[in-house]
């Protein structure tokens, strides 16, 4: 489904990532993990269009991408969130869901005869807001929520686009254990809807535990991909996240 | 107080409605701050001034192109802002101002320093309008425009300004361009305040330099500042108050932008969204 090829990007002197390649399957919920640093962010803002990678190239379903502006990339049929929160926050719980249900409408004359109002769409709003256990809260301003929520009502917005491919950076920071419980369960939802799932994160425990495949970065590189279990056991990976030599255990 | 002095007071107060509406397309819509506003209100007049007197033109077609070269310059100034943002782009907005106001001082086809003078009365079906009559086409204005800004507040383009406003990358990712909404923005401020520069030119019978220079782009922004940011009662307020309190209050003239300038600091610190805005205290009165 998205194919990245011997993607490279620099700011400056500083390389962020080098040569990176790896593949998302249709379907699946797929992990790109690594300590700071690694180019994680980097590469999801490559992905949606943020930022042109150096060299190399991004495809989505088999059309290359990478140079695209990120509205473009996003009608294409990827949505992301984002690793500080950005909701619309002076929109209320719903008006953020609604606004992101017009893709198609924004580019067009749409823009100047159609509202988000119409009864197909509070319908639908008001489903995402379900699923994300938002529903009680539709009236409220975004700015109002948690962060925790805030987290939730960003996926659901994101859903809102009907994406193919939906990047989530970061997912589960600032969630306590119930919540942390709660997505992994989200995240299942959202597959069986047939959206896949490419996710950013370091609670590790969250990850290996929703992941069916994993893909690691370390300073810009990719160093190991594979399930879960088989990336956990990687000596490069353990070298990666704690260190030649050390002794604390995981 | 005669009676025409109210009426001549009344248009003005419905022109600085218009205008203080369209800014507020730009600065409470979509988030693009611009102190130029003057600058397209001046635009209009001397559009309708140049049509009306070099080349005899009638009413109607003046109001069209008034409207329509308002809404060209507003297009062209959203060009510049797709690159510079911010505080930048505030900077470019104060520049655009006092560049317009040169430009119609310092060449003659635009009348020099004197302006343009000798603008017929407007005309409808033949007829002249009174100042009444022509405070009442002015009200007429209004109410469009009014109405137009409710409408925007039903569509997606709101949704669009609002997204931009908010968070430009998250704008983005929900499939927002943000460069086609900020063209929007100043294309529909830009027609907007050409309209209002229309209705002022006809008013005044003439048009200076200085009408439209960089206090008045001031003024406006003190009428939306304390209105309410981004609410459509709010600016009407605005306008209303800062049009008819220095006529009132004659001693005030004089220091009409000391008191402006206290007015925004006032504002910011203690009504930061305005009288009539989320959290102002016209607002809240109005609820109880």
């Known amino acids: ?203 590790m425990r969250f990850t290996m535990g929703v992941a069916d495949f994993v893909t690691v970065l370390d300073y810009g590189e990719k160093i190991a991909e594979g399930k879960p279990k088989e990336v956990s056991r990687n000596p490069r990976v353990i070298e990666a996240y704690l260190g030649t030599g050390s002794e604390i255990s995981a | 107080m005669t009676l025409d002095y109210l009426y001549t007071l009344i248009t003005f107060s419905n022109i600085f409605i218009i205008l203080s509406l369209s800014l507020n397309v730009l600065i409470g819509y979509a988030g693009q701050v611009s102190l130029g506003h003057a600058a397209f209100f001046g635009i209009g007049a001397y559009t309708s001034a140049v049509l009306a007197v070099k080349f005899g033109l009638g009413y109607g077609t003046t109001l069209l192109l008034s409207v329509l070269i308002g809404g060209f310059f507003g297009f062209l100034l959203g060009l510049p802002s797709l690159r510079v943002r911010h505080d930048f782009l505030v900077l470019a907005t104060i520049g655009l101002n006092f560049v317009v106001v040169a430009l119609f001082k310092y060449i003659d086809f635009f009348g020099g320093p004197y302006g343009i003078i000798g603008l017929p009365a407007a005309k409808f079906f033949g007829k002249e309008l009174g100042t009444g009559g022509y405070a009442l086409y002015t009200a007429f204005w209004v109410v469009i425009v009014i109405l137009l800004m409710i409408y925007i507040e039903k569509i997606y383009l709101r949704y669009g300004f609002e997204a931009i406003r908010e968070n430009e990358d998250a704008a983005e990712s929900i499939g927002v361009s943000v460069p086609l909404f900020k063209i929007y923005a100043f294309t529909i401020s830009g027609a907007l305040a050409g309209l209002a520069g229309n209705l002022w030119a006809y008013q005044m019978g003439m048009v200076f330099p200085d009408d439209f220079s960089f206090p008045v782009s001031i003024t406006i922004l003190t009428m939306v500042v304390l209105g309410g940011v981004g609410t459509i009662s709010g600016p009407i307020l605005g306008a209303v108050l800062l049009t008819f309190l220095p006529e009132l209050l004659r001693f005030i003239q004089d220091y009409r932008l000391l008191l402006y300038g206290i007015i925004i600091v006032i504002v910011m610190m203690y009504q930061p969204s305005g009288l009539l805005g989320r959290q102002g205290i016209l607002r809240k009165a109005f609820k109880r």
């Open chain 1, 1 to 203: 489904m998205l194919r990245v090829i011997d993607v490279s990007k620099s700011f400056g002197g500083l390389q962020a990532l080098k040569g990176v390649s790896f593949e998302v399957e249709e379907g699946r919920i797929h992990a790109l993990i690594g300590p700071n640093g690694a180019g994680k962010t980097t590469m999801f803002n490559i992905i949606n269009g943020f930022l042109k990678p150096t060299s190399g190239r991004v495809e989505f379903l088999g059309r290359r991408i990478s140079g695209l502006p990120p509205h473009r990339i996003a009608l294409m049929g990827i949505a992301r969130t984002f690793q500080i929160v950005r909701t619309f926050p002076e929109m209320s719980v719903i008006e953020n869901v609604l606004a992101g249900m017009g893709k198609e409408i924004y580019r067009s004359w749409g823009v100047f005869f159609k509202t988000p109002w119409n009864q197909e769409n509070v319908k639908k709003a008001l489903e995402l807001l379900r699923l994300c256990g938002l529903e009680d809260l539709k009236d409220f301003a975004a700015s109002t929520l948690p962060i925790g929520l805030q987290r939730k009502l960003e996926i659901a917005r994101a859903l809102a686009t009907s994406p193919k491919l939906l990047l989530l950076d970061e997912p589960a920071s600032g969630l306590n254990d119930q919540e942390t419980a709660e997505l992994a369960e989200l995240f299942r939802k959202i597959r069986d809807f047939g959206v896949t799932i490419l996710f950013i994160e370091h609670d």
